[in-house]
């Protein structure tokens, strides 16, 4: 059995079980559902979670309130985060395993941020779906599960890694710095052909398309640790560069992280990402930011 210290970024379900049912480990289990066209993630929770799972809150308690300075989902103040992660139940040693039902869309934003803050989290493979193929759907319990278990102690109010995280300068001089520049969105957004959220379509200039559902293979799953080192090295990733990463306002682009480090590599995060950025530039003539 793992400790703390030896718990991968991504775990499967069969050995989420054995750190829940056979470990002496505090694991909490955090569900971090949250869609891009307004579906509420708690009503998902509700009809349905993994067995003592708690509800997170991507946009309250994972994000700070949006702005066009910062983008749609700024990084969390410490505070928020902390009492946030309390209310679910997680304590400063609590080993939190994470999923969602977009194979880690959403909630590889929570385990990066607990990483980054120095914490123990992982991201279930496969989510929900892993999960209940396992275990059976009638395995998931249903309710808003008003009731968690109180953690163990506090959740220490502690900042990002500074290290972790990339600024606009940063994501805008990347490509003169040589530093690839990755944008982590859907091809049509990156392309400039649609922008569902932001003010106008386009991608910061230098940046290359590593969509982060291509993280994900047909099983739901990530890909093999060799297949994302190609995949990344294609974008011009190698152990000796440490690439900036965004999307449309720093949620997914945290998919490309977690694949980062299963890949053995590691990048900084652009919280503003393409939310902020857009609201901060004009749109070129050509609207495509190449």
């Known amino acids: 059995m793992p400790t703390s210290s030896h718990i991968p970024w991504v775990i499967s379900v069969e ?16 569900d971090v559902r949250w869609y891009l066209d307004g579906r509420s993630g708690s009503a998902a929770f509700a009809s349905g979670h993994l067995p003592q799972a708690a509800f997170v809150d991507l946009d309250t308690v994972l994000a700070a309130p949006a702005a066009a300075e910062s983008g749609r989902h700024p990084l969390p103040d410490p505070e928020t985060f902390a009492s946030g992660m309390e209310a679910a139940g997680i304590a400063e040693d609590t080993v939190v395993i994470a999923y969602d039902d977009a194979s880690g869309g959403s909630a590889s934003r929570l385990v990066w941020l607990l990483r980054a803050t120095g914490h123990t989290a992982a991201l279930l493979d496969g989510g929900i779906q892993a999960w209940t193929r396992r275990h059976g759907a009638d395995a998931l319990e249903p309710g808003a599960g008003d009731v968690v278990p109180a953690p163990t102690g506090s959740f220490r109010r ?11 300068h940063d994501a805008e001089t990347a490509e003169s710095d040589g530093l690839p520049l990755l944008d982590s969105r859907a091809p049509e957004r990156y392309r400039g052909e649609v922008e569902p959220m932001d003010p106008w379509a386009g991608h910061i200039p230098g940046a290359l398309n590593v969509f982060h559902a291509e993280n994900i293979g047909a099983d739901g799953r990530f890909l093999t640790t060799v297949d994302l080192r190609k ?3 294609e974008a011009g990733v190698d152990s000796d560069t440490e690439p900036i990463v965004y999307c449309g306002s720093g949620v997914t682009a945290c998919h490309n992280l977690v694949a980062l480090e299963i890949a053995g590599l590691h990048g900084r995060l652009y919280p503003g990402s393409w939310s902020q950025y857009s609201a901060l530039h004009p749109e070129p003539d050509d609207a495509c930011g190449s």
């Open 15 to 30: 050995d989420a079980d054995q750190l829940l049912l056979g470990s002496d480990l505090e694991v909490r289990v955090a």
């Open 158 to 168: 502690t900042p990002v890694n500074p290290e972790w995280i990339a600024t606009m």
């Open 231 to 233: 995949r990344f090295g």
